[in-house]
């Protein structure tokens, strides 16, 4: 069974950072890309990052370009989104998401993991 | 960016009925669109790809349509479940973005 256990959300103040982590199991996750998508409270789906299988290729939505980084460990299976010089309107639940066949840019998303909340206030 | 329109942004309905959700795109996407249903306090749930395949497990009742800008999702016979939130995304191209979703309440 594929699962997706977001970590590491919480409450940070304007301009401070954190680092959500989404442990991975039950497919091959060195195979897979792999993407972040967040939701800010009562609002719809925004996409964030995404990262290549070994972690050589990234791409990120421009509101986070600069600030955001995504990486990899596929060792561990798990994901990572270190997160910058945070914004009061990047207070959203962050979750982790699978594309469908793994690999192909155009796939939709198939799993996503239960999400984690950050809270940018001070 | 590809900007994705959802329409109507609510709707009441009652089960039983059909229910018909649009979506827009600010220019050709093929047919590389999905819709997901998302419950409150829950992730998304995948329901359509490619504008019209069934994702594995999703029942028969849901069906989607279109190609190029115009998209419609169908719930044929809606039932106690289906009462959710309703969003569509675009996977043609870099950013990909979502429709602002559709409220499906309870008439």
């Known amino acids: 069974e594929v699962q997706l256990v977001e970590s590491g959300g919480g409450l940070v103040q304007p301009g401070g950072s954190l680092r959500l982590s989404c442990a991975a199991s039950g497919f091959t996750f060195s195979s897979s890309w792999m993407h972040w998508v967040r939701q800010a409270p009562g609002m719809g789906l925004v996409w964030v990052s995404r990262?290549?299988?070994?972690?050589?290729?990234?791409t990120y939505a421009d509101s986070v370009e600069g600030r955001f980084t995504i990486s990899r460990d596929n060792a561990k299976s798990t994901l990572y989104l270190q997160m910058n010089s945070l914004r009061d309107e990047d207070t959203a639940v962050y979750y982790c998401v699978i594309p469908q066949s793994g690999t192909a840019a155009a796939d939709p998303f198939n799993y996503w993991g239960q999400g984690t909340l950050v809270t940018v206030s001070s | 960016d590809i900007q994705m329109t959802q329409s109507p942004s609510t709707l009441s309905a009652s089960v039983g009925d059909t229910v018909t959700i649009t979506c827009r795109a600010s220019?050709?996407?093929?047919?590389?669109l999905a819709w997901y249903q998302q419950k409150p306090g829950k992730a998304p749930k995948l329901l359509i790809y490619?504008?019209?395949s069934l994702e594995s497990g999703v029942p028969s009742r849901f069906s989607g349509s279109g190609s190029g800008t115009e998209f419609t999702l169908t719930i044929t016979s809606l039932q106690p479940d289906d009462f959710a939130t309703y969003y569509c995304?675009?996977?043609?191209?870099?950013?990909?973005?979502f429709g602002g979703g559709t409220k499906v309440g309870i008439k």
């Open positions: 490619k504008a019209s």
């Open positions: 220019q050709s996407i093929s047919y590389w």
């Open positions: 990262i290549n299988i070994d972690g050589t290729t990234t």
């Open positions: 995304q675009q996977s043609n191209r870099y950013p990909l973005t």
